[in-house]
């Protein structure tokens, strides 16, 4: 098996985790990937930072909310003070191929992956708009930073 190399590794996957990211994408065919997975039994749960609509709970009021950069990067995130539940599913992104990277992963309760963030660049415009209503309504623990 691979090892792959995760870029943004500050979601607290264990060794059980990246374990599971190597098998899960060690084979990936080239191109990018989204995946969003079940964790199997013998991996350990993740913890799950967002809140909002498409985990169950209400809107996250902007009173709610700081925006505050997170770990380098380019934009502030919407925060929330509120503490971060444990969930089975992982979200795991990347590029597949000869090498395969995966660029993030992460744990969440959403029934799917969360759009990046309203400020990344790299969206085209009908991407952005629907990153800034998502966000609009949802929230990352972190707001008592």
């Known amino acids: ?17 990246i374990k599971f990211v190597n098998h899960v994408v060690a084979n990936e065919p080239d191109g990018f990937f989204i995946k969003l997975l079940v964790l ?12 909002g609509p498409t985990v169950g709970d209400d809107p996250v009021n902007e009173d709610e ?12 995130s919407r925060l929330v ?3 971060e539940r444990p969930c089975r599913n992982i979200v795991i992104i990347g590029m ?5 990277v995966v660029i993030t992963a992460y744990g969440t309760q959403s029934p ?6 309203w400020w990344d660049s790299g969206m085209r415009p ?11 309504e949802h929230a990352l623990s972190g707001g008592g930073e």
């Open 112 to 117: 799917f992956p969360s759009p990046r963030e």
């Open 65 to 76: 909310v700081t925006y505050v950069v997170r770990n380098g990067r380019p934009g502030p």
């Open 40 to 51: 199997p039994p013998e991996c350990s749960d993740l913890m799950s930072a967002l809140h």
């Open 96 to 100: 597949g191929g000869g090498t395969p």
């Open 1 to 17: 098996m691979k090892n792959v190399k995760i870029l943004h590794d500050d979601h607290g996957l264990g060794d059980d985790h």
């Open 81 to 83: 003070d509120r503490p």
């Open 126 to 136: 009908r991407e952005a708009v629907d990153a800034a209503v998502f966000w609009m």
